[in-house]
């Protein structure tokens, strides 16, 4: 299998398995958040033995459109390509004695649990954590939930647009505070993957000079409240309540989205000498009443962004982004995905790789998007990358753990 980047885009590669091939991981997660997490230790070469359902697998199997559909097999859903690439595919009816046995087995050799059931679903199970603990001693377990394990809504089950909207980010998504929006991907779901993948990576660093094993637990509340970022501290120092603002920054002015004669434009005037930059460019005083520094221009945002408008909508698109890049001011276009994906510099960075998918042939897939390089020396990041499995690809690796115990 090979990806995108060709030889000459840079040093001959010193192909690596991953800075986390010794590591096994059993992957019980469903939907989005855990996916999302184990997906990230398989792109670093974690061995992800992913356990689904017999019936069905893992519920984004069948969320779509959009499927793809080759002749003679089952649809693909490329909501599920989307989050399970670099894993392997067993099926076990966890409600059964058998399933439960050959959990077992491969709980007693695994590095890694992840899980995302309600709190409480494995305990029903027979997989409690004491129980895992007594199990295998050295298991990190990552236990990913809506609202946290415990407070007085442990219990609620979470979906993304749901926790946006509990955990406070659709009330700073939008054009104003009267039309709130979600944002375009499952942000909350996304963000609980990365900091689950996070904390388990530093458990592993701690049971490295512990020998046990310990609970990681991540939420999609505490995922989306870990990135309010200054929103957060505007309330919980300042007294003040963010709100939604469109297309421009609360904080700093002029920083947001224009129109051009064509299209739009995004610019980022941080600090007070690219004001001076973006004025003297566009021939305006930067010393003006109501505008000299960030706070005047924050509090006349209306009148600034209405003279930034009648300046851009004098030039093309093309036009001013060459203006903005020769006079250093931060700017960019919008893309749509297609664009993103045909462009040079996505595909500079290995964000495209093509796998073979045992019914769809040879597929195109977002990359990983973390790379790795010796110290001053040539790049090693993992090339080997495998397709989203079929379900129960891989029962196999059943058979022969639990073949010595009929």
Request: charged share 20%; net charge negative; proline share 6%.
């Amino acid at each position: 299998m090979t990806d995108t980047i060709h030889p000459s885009d840079g040093p001959q590669l010193a192909l690596s398995a991953g800075p986390l091939a010794d590591l096994t991981v059993v992957d019980l997660t469903r939907a989005l958040a855990g996916p999302h997490a184990a997906m990230m230790l398989g792109d670093l070469g974690a061995d992800v033995i992913k356990v689904e359902s017999p019936v069905g697998g893992d519920d984004t199997r069948g969320w779509g459109p959009p499927f793809i559909e080759p002749t003679g097999a089952e649809r693909e859903s490329t909501y599920f390509l989307s989050a399970n690439r670099n894993k392997k595919s067993v099926t076990l009816d966890l409600k059964s004695p058998l399933g439960r046995d050959a959990l077992t087995e491969l709980l007693r050799r695994a590095d890694v649990l992840m899980e995302n059931f309600r709190p409480g679903v494995l305990d029903r199970l027979g997989f409690s954590e004491e129980v895992l603990q007594e199990l295998n001693p050295r298991l990190i377990i990552l236990s990913i939930s809506g609202f946290g394990h415990d407070g007085p809504e442990a219990g609620r089950a979470g979906y993304d647009q749901i926790a946006q909207g509990e955990a406070g980010l659709m009330s700073l998504t939008g054009a104003n505070p009267h039309d709130l929006q979600r944002v375009g991907v499952p942000i909350a779901d996304l963000l609980a993957g990365m900091y689950g993948a996070f904390g388990v990576l530093a458990a592993l660093n701690e049971r490295a000079r512990t020998g046990r094993g310990q609970v990681v637990r991540a939420s999609l509340l505490a995922a989306v409240v870990g990135v309010h970022a200054f929103q957060g501290t505007k309330w919980t120092v300042a007294g003040q309540i963010g709100e939604a603002t469109g297309n421009h920054h609360p904080s700093i002015c002029p920083y947001g989205l224009f129109d051009t004669a064509d299209g739009a434009v995004q610019i980022a005037v941080g600090s007070e000498g690219l004001w001076k930059r973006f004025c003297d460019g566009f021939h305006l005083d930067a010393h003006a009443p109501g505008m000299a520094t960030n706070p005047e221009r924050v509090a006349n945002q209306k009148r600034v962004n209405d003279l930034v408008q009648n300046v851009f909508s004098l030039y093309s698109t093309d036009e001013l982004l060459g203006i903005l890049d020769q006079i250093g001011v931060p700017a960019g276009r919008i893309r749509n995905l297609r664009e993103v994906y045909e462009w040079e510099q996505t595909r500079s960075q290995g964000l495209l790789i093509d796998v073979d998918h045992a019914t769809l042939g040879k597929i195109t897939l977002p990359g990983p998007p973390l790379r790795f390089f010796d110290v001053a020396g040539p790049e090693r990041t993992r090339r080997d990358h495998s397709a989203p499995p079929v379900l129960g690809a891989d029962n196999h690796l059943i058979d022969e753990l639990t073949a010595g115990r009929r």
